[in-house]
């Protein structure tokens, strides 16, 4: 699991309260269950109507893309992308079959396989391609969910408040509730725009970055694969796969290159 996105809205959380307790305030007036209602009830409506089943379905996808960890780390990859190479120079393309079948990552197993079945270099990249294309608007699908609750939330938040403050208006006759009833009207609007700028709008961020994260996972598996197909020496492949990783990760593949190649 990112710890990274539980710790920052556990963060955010506890400034908001621990702040408004510093000026005095209670925090048993923070919790207004009427206005949590209104407020998150009414921005899940409203991202449902936005949103059509197919792409709402995928929701817990969404969920588990911004708290899990990514699974594939970019210099493994490249470590068996060169393995690979090394069988194929050796053995020829066919010793692969087994690794392609039996590897884990669906999208480096059917570019295997298409090279182990001799398919044709560019119809290979085309058909990664277009499954890149699919997976990368998939991962849009899945921030925009998210941004369109950030969007709904603090104005549902607003509209409870009117609706609390109707209710106040309609109840005059007794001016010691004012206070407390205007309160509670207000917190609709914390709900809204608390949520919106802790929860909705910064896992969206979280979703767009691990979505370029794997995208660039991708196209690093592209390259290896067709360079793979195309026979190329092994660790001239590495080198070329290094310069999709940031420049710390790049020194440690490099001086593990250098070590391998003194051994």
Do not use: C
Not at 112 to 122: A, I, Q, Y
Not at 135 to 158: D, L, Q, W
Not at 231 to 237: M, R
Request: aromatic residues 6%; negative net charge.
């Amino acid at each position: 699991m990112d710890l990274t996105t539980i710790i920052g809205m556990i963060i955010g959380l506890l400034a908001l309260i621990i702040g408004y307790l510093l000026d005095g305030g209670h925090l048993d007036a923070l919790f207004v269950i009427s206005s949590f209602i209104i407020v998150i009830g009414t921005t899940a409506g409203a991202v449902i109507v936005s949103f059509p089943w197919s792409q709402l379905k995928e929701f817990p996808q969404a969920v588990k893309m911004a708290v899990k960890e990514p699974k594939d780390e970019p210099e493994a990859i490249i470590e068996e992308i060169v393995e690979m190479a090394t069988i194929a120079r050796r053995e020829g393309v066919l010793a692969l079959e087994q690794k392609a079948v039996e590897n884990p990552n669906p999208f480096l197993k059917d570019g295997l396989m298409m090279v182990v079945d001799g398919t044709d270099p560019e119809l290979t990249r085309q058909i990664l391609e277009l499954e890149m294309d699919s997976i990368e608007n998939r991962h849009e699908g899945y921030a925009k969910i998210f941004e369109s609750a950030g969007g709904f939330a603090p104005t549902m938040g607003i509209l409870g408040t009117v609706m609390g403050l109707i209710h106040v208006l309609g109840n005059l006759e007794a001016p010691e509730t004012l206070g407390p009833a205007i309160a509670v009207a207000f917190s609709a609007t914390l709900y809204g725009v608390g949520s919106a700028n802790v929860v909705f709008l910064p896992v969206a961020s979280k979703i767009k970055i691990r979505g370029k994260q794997h995208m660039t996972n991708l196209e690093l598996m592209l390259e290896g694969i067709l360079a793979l197909q195309a026979g190329e020496n092994p660790q001239l492949i590495r080198k070329k796969l290094t310069s999709f990783l940031h420049s710390s990760k790049k020194k440690t593949v490099e001086a593990g290159d250098s070590n391998g190649e003194e051994r």
